[in-house]
């Protein structure tokens, strides 16, 4: 059984960066094919997909925060960690992780961890 | 890369059947990879995944929910409907440039 559940703070002030960490069992990031990602959710509004790792390393990006972003993983602590720079209040929402299976589609959710960008 | 367009809003009678549509381009939805899929959210919890390419439903989901694709637009459709359907609806595509696009998002009420 796949889990994941995501942490981080809930309030984070603008020009901060802000740290989620996503902890999650029943796979291994040391195995071939996995991957994780993050997707969030600002309120009222649609899903985004924010990034993925994939277990050799690899990382992918959505287009409009890459160059706020970075995903990186320690698969010994099955974790997984977003760091966003430079938050505004228009990055307040919820934050999921989410494993992706081989076929690219996002088969286990975490619950989200709630973020409030504010002064 | 644009989110791919979906209704903000589809509502039906319990027992009615509804359709949601997505809608992107030749580079996701469209695209000859079969990397399409849907998920349920309620509030409050991580979304459910529903169908993954295009027209798979994974062990546990309902037979009431279906997925299907012509040209750039993919579709869910709903079956007998049911009041613990109504949530939010959102399709997601693999992309040629390797990366995810989620829809804009569907409210689906049970009158």
């Known amino acids: 059984q796949i889990t994941l559940k995501e942490s981080g703070p809930p309030l984070v002030k603008p020009t901060q960066t802000l740290t989620l960490t996503c902890t999650f069992s029943?796979?291994?990031?040391?195995?071939?094919?996995?991957?994780v990602g993050w997707i969030r959710q600002p309120p009222g509004q649609a899903l985004e997909w924010l990034a993925l790792?994939?277990?050799?390393?690899?990382?992918r990006y959505g287009p409009s925060l890459k160059n706020r972003l970075t995903i990186t993983k320690d698969a010994s602590k099955n974790q997984v960690v977003l760091t966003m720079a430079s938050v505004d209040p228009v990055d307040t929402g919820t934050y999921y992780c989410g494993h992706r299976d081989n076929l690219n589609y996002f088969d286990f959710w975490g619950q989200g961890t709630v973020v409030t960008v504010s002064s | 890369q644009s989110a791919l367009t979906q209704p903000a809003s589809v509502s039906g009678s319990p027992g009615q059947s509804i359709t949601i549509s997505c809608t992107g381009t030749?580079?996701?939805?469209?695209?000859?990879?079969?990397?399409v899929s849907w998920y349920q959210h309620h509030p409050g919890e991580g979304p459910k995944l529903l169908i993954y390419?295009?027209?798979h439903r994974p062990p546990g989901v309902s037979y009431r929910f279906s997925g299907s694709r012509s040209g750039n637009t993919a579709s869910l459709t709903i079956s007998g409907l049911q009041a613990e359907d109504e949530a939010d609806y959102f399709c997601?595509?693999?992309?040629?440039?390797?990366?995810?696009?989620f829809g804009t998002g569907t409210k689906v009420t049970v009158l």
């Open positions: 390419n295009v027209k």
């Open positions: 997601n595509s693999y992309t040629s440039s390797a990366t995810f696009v």
């Open positions: 790792i994939f277990w050799d390393d690899d990382t």
């Open positions: 029943g796979f291994s990031l040391k195995s071939r094919g996995e991957a």
């Open positions: 030749n580079s996701d939805v469209g695209a000859s990879f079969d990397y």
